[in-house]
């Protein structure tokens, strides 16, 4: 079972989220967060295999939620899951310390396949920005 760490600042979005585990099972909502600093706060109080986070919620996000994760929980897979299909912003969460980006959009037996490999250890880029965003200069 994997332990997921939820981090969207869409209400809809956490709660189809959290019915996409019920559904397709393997995956264990333990916690939720609409910004960055209620991230960090859980991460300090639950024992979690896996962040799935977007790339902007109000107070810390992006880069920087990214960066802080990372700092204090090295090993911590996080997967970024956005409506940004930027391959610019694909870049940045990788270079920030995401373990994979998907964009928002697609469907559900994809974000399930994509959370599981990236608990497992993989990495994961959209195919939608991988091109451009490989060009980690």
Known sequence: MIRLLIADDHLLVR??????????????????AANGVEVMELLSALEVDLVLMDMNMPDLSGEKLIARIRALYPELPILVFSL???????????RAGANGFLVKGGDPDTLVDVLHRVAAGERFLDSSVAEPALDLR
């Open 15 to 32: 709660e189809s989220l959290k019915h996409l585990c019920a559904v397709y099972g393997g995956l264990l909502p333990v916690g939720e």
């Open 84 to 94: 940004l299909n930027h391959p610019a912003v694909a870049r940045r969460a990788l």
